[in-house]
């Protein structure tokens, strides 16, 4: 056993040898870091947390957040008292403080934690790094926006800067170093760290940051309407209203379990996209209004980052090789008949939500045309059908922040991920039709071990060298700001530049190329512009 102080009290964790053998580490799990957000604090911002007498046990995770299943769409245990974060650490007593690394989960603002489940520390613990994993409130519970001063929106983002907020104040006594942090996450987790970077609230908490496969221009990252899907939530549970007050009275007081497994769509597009679970996020981060009180952002990000109101802080940023491998199933099943009958859903939302029918439509056929010719939509476009999504969900919106982010003062390296091993639980569903691909997620299986997934582990395979050398460029960005600060990969990692496009691919063999996917964003730049957007 092993215990720490912070500033609310007494904690005791524990010893743990990692998986690999390699190295032990101290595990505290558990650790409030806000008062638990319940009855009136309900889609509040977080409040401090509160201190506790004694020792407090930590070898258990806290709740995870109530929450749905985002591939079986089943109800998840969980509860609103949700507010821990984890902490794990190779040395309580360093001879000099060790850098933290501080993980926000992904899942679509909708599902998730921090747990071991899907988090384990074992690989990074062996680097020589404090790791942070992070619950944060979820789906309406975390995003519910109603305009008002009480309710502004973006409650789980604020939930993670309070979680930022105690790694500042606490990370000394478990040997980390608090003005040398890491943020990073993957997903949702991306599009949140990529937030970061954008928020005042979050300035001065970290020196550098690590969004994979998402940012805040992805058609899935951000929610529409919020106000109106309130309102439209309220209905569907029982309450027809005009006034926000009463509406979040009501709110407040109705069973968590109705809240979660409630979807209030307020768009066509969005019943007809609802055989596709993945598009289905229908609360997330908003630009919210400025009622005086501290806000996490109150500008479109297209427009803080073309005006140069982002953090100055490194960013290593970058994707898997088949991001939508991980939606295979569902592109198999139902969304090909689904982009056949309804041609408009191949545009992203952004477009259908600015333009109008006409320009819709002349963009459909154009993106249709360019990635399945001239016929309908079959199994023989699988593959296609894989890259186009890719391309329209994640890539071309990554490479748009990757253009946006400024250039002077900072670091900016990109990278995209190829390892192709026994631990692309994801992306193997691609070899029936052909496709051999890393797929969303696939790299999270070489940076953390899943206990949920009991995955083996040879450490005289490749697959071993694969997860060594992912995390030894990780962890090498967080210690140095630099992921190849010697010769001891055999590459050296050029720095992004807009003029070559330079980045790293990431696979087996590490390989620095120019121009990655170049030919994919010349295709929706062109998209965009036809639209008339930026």
């Known amino acids: 056993m092993a215990r720490v102080t912070v500033q609310q009290g007494l904690l005791e964790g524990e010893l743990l040898d990692a998986v690999s053998g390699d190295c032990r580490y101290y595990s505290f799990k558990g650790i409030p870091y806000a008062e638990p957000p319940l009855r009136t604090l309900r889609f509040k911002a977080p409040k401090p947390p509160l201190p506790w007498t004694g020792v407090r046990k930590a070898i258990q995770h806290g709740s995870p957040c109530p929450q749905k299943d985002i591939f079986t769409n089943e109800l998840l245990a969980g509860s609103e008292d949700c507010l821990y974060l984890n902490v794990y650490s190779p040395n309580l007593k360093p001879e000099a403080p ?10 679509g603002f909708k599902s998730g934690s921090g747990d071991v489940d899907h988090y384990g520390p074992d690989f990074l613990m062996c680097h020589d790094v404090i790791l942070v994993t992070v619950n944060y409130r979820l789906e309406a519970l975390g995003f519910l926006c109603m305009d008002t001063a009480e309710v502004p929106g973006n409650a789980g983002l604020k939930d993670q800067v309070a979680a930022l907020r105690w790694v500042k104040q606490n990370i ?20 949140a760290t990529a937030l970061h970077v954008l928020s005042p609230m979050s300035r001065g908490l970290f020196r550098r940051a690590i969004p994979m496969s998402g940012v805040p221009f992805c ?6 309407e919020p106000r109106r899907r309130a309102f439209v939530l309220g209905k569907q549970l029982g309450l027809e209203t005009t006034d926000p007050q009463e509406l979040l009275e009501f709110l407040q007081n109705v069973p968590v379990e ?4 409630t979807n209030p769509c307020v768009l066509v597009s969005e019943e007809i996209e ?3 679970l993945l598009k289905m996020f229908h609360f997330g981060p908003v630009v919210e209004k400025d009622f005086g009180r501290e806000h996490f952002i109150t500008e479109d990000p297209d427009v803080a980052m073309r005006s140069g109101r982002v953090n100055k802080v490194d960013v290593m940023i970058g994707y898997t090789s088949e991001e939508s491998l991980i939606g295979l199933q569902y592109i198999v099943n139902k969304l090909v008949k689904s982009y056949n009958r309804y041609p408009e859903m191949l545009v992203p939302r952004k477009i259908l939500l600015k333009c109008n029918a006409g320009t819709v439509m ?10 399945f010719g001239d016929k309908p939509i079959n199994m023989d476009h699988i593959k296609k059908f894989v890259e186009y999504a890719s391309h329209t969900t994640f890539i071309y919106d990554i490479h748009k922040y990757v253009k946006l982010l400024p250039k002077i003062g900072t670091k900016i390296y990109m990278y995209k991920f190829s390892c192709i091993s026994d631990r692309c639980i994801y992306g193997k569903e691609g070899l029936k039709y052909g496709i051999v691909g890393t797929s969303h997620l696939d790299d999270l299986m070489h940076l953390f071990d899943p206990k949920l997934h009991n995955l083996p582990l040879d450490k005289d395979s490749s697959t071993y060298k694969m997860i060594k050398q ?9 210690k140095f700001g630099n992921p190849t600060p010697d010769s001891t990969l055999g590459v050296k990692w050029a720095e992004y530049d807009e003029s070559t496009g330079a980045y790293l691919d990431i696979a087996e063999q590490l390989t620095p190329g120019t121009g990655l996917d170049a030919a994919a964003v010349t295709f929706w730049t062109g998209i965009y512009e036809a639209a008339a957007l930026p």
């Open 470 to 478: 992912t995390c030894q460029l990780f962890t090498n960005f967080a």
């Open 258 to 261: 109705k809240l979660v497994d």
């Open 172 to 191: 000394g006594s478990f040997g980390g170093d608090a003005d040398n942090v890491t943020v990073f996450g993957e997903s949702a987790g991306g599009a």
């Open 219 to 224: 058609d899935w990252a951000t929610s529409f």
């Open 98 to 107: 060790l850098p933290v690394m501080v993980f926000i989960h992904g899942g």
């Open 362 to 371: 002349q963009l459909s056929d154009r993106i249709h045309k360019h990635y």
């Open 274 to 276: 609802s055989s596709n």
